[in-house]
């Protein structure tokens, strides 16, 4: 079966780093768009960045550009979010996700596209 285990939250100040990672399992890693989904109480949960698995293409959400960087280690089946220069605004749930086939161009709206699901990881930023 297919499973998508994410890590790597944690509590940091604005201007901070965090690393998370999704390993995953059950699937053929190159035939799949994986990245992460975000989620803050009363929002909707948002794209933010995806990278496919056959070929290392990535996507991004505006609101993360050039301070998020994904990135992917397809012999561990691992995807990592580089979170530089953390803001209050990046506080959510992060959310790993996974589908069949590319990445969405347009990913922060893909949410329904997606095909699988793993637990989320908080991610706090504070002022």
């Known amino acids: 079966d297919v499973q998508l285990q994410a890590s790597g939250g944690g509590l940091v100040l604005h201007g901070g780093a965090l690393r998370l990672s999704c390993t995953a399992s059950g699937f053929t890693f190159e035939d799949y768009g994986i990245g992460w989904f975000r989620q803050a109480p009363g929002k909707e949960r948002e794209g933010v960045s995806c990278?496919?698995?056959?070929?290392?293409?990535?996507v991004y959400a505006d609101s993360v550009k050039d301070r998020f960087t994904i990135s992917s280690d397809n012999a561990k089946k691992t995807v990592y979010l580089q979170m530089n220069s953390l803001k209050p605004e990046d506080t959510a749930v992060y959310y790993c996700?996974?589908?069949?086939?590319?990445?969405?161009?347009?990913?922060?709206?893909?949410?329904?596209?997606?095909?699988?699901w793993g637990q989320g990881t908080q991610v706090t930023v504070s002022s």
């Open positions: 996700a996974a589908r069949r086939g590319l990445c969405y161009s347009d990913y922060a709206d893909s949410y329904y596209g997606m095909d699988y």
């Open positions: 990278i496919n698995g056959r070929d290392g293409t990535t």
